[in-house]
Nanobody, 121 residues
Framework: VQLQASGGGLVQTGGSLRLSCAFSARVSSTPCMGWFRQAPGKDREFLVGIRWSRAYTLYADSVKDRFTISRDDAKDTVYLEMNSLKPEDTAVYYC???????????????WGQGTQVTVSS
């Protein structure tokens, strides 16, 4: 397993969660990381991507004021801090690694297994 996502759970509307994605040394050479989510019956949705070397970050409009991506190099882990959660944020959340920060999920070569986030109303 190259990417391991964790931190999901059940939270009330307006609450916060922090997701973690631990990645292996081999995958850490990939310059870009991203977070996606997929709700039942919907396509996988891009949330945020980051390129470490240029400190470039791209957020989806739906989350840019509420979600924050960060990374701890010492722990080989990338985080997604999620605030002001809404019921429509309910989905399985995935981390991914690739060579470019793009919205297209097919461009990411490595994926974590996903972690469920449920926001109750």
């Amino acid at each position: 397993v190259q990417l391991q996502a964790s931190g999901g759970g059940l939270v009330q509307t307006g609450g916060s969660l922090r997701l973690s994605c631990a990645f292996s040394a081999r995958v850490s050479s990939t310059p870009c990381m991203g977070w996606f989510r997929q709700a039942p019956g919907k396509d996988r949705e891009f949330l945020v991507g980051i390129r470490w070397s240029r400190a470039y970050t791209l957020y989806a409009d739906s989350v840019k004021d509420r979600f924050t991506i960060s990374r701890d190099d010492a722990k080989d882990t990338v985080y997604l801090e999620m605030n002001s959660l809404k019921p429509e944020d309910t989905a399985v959340y995935y981390c991914a690694a690739g060579s470019n920060v793009v919205r297209d999920s097919s461009k990411y070569a490595y994926w974590g297994q996903g972690t469920q986030v449920t926001v109750s109303s």
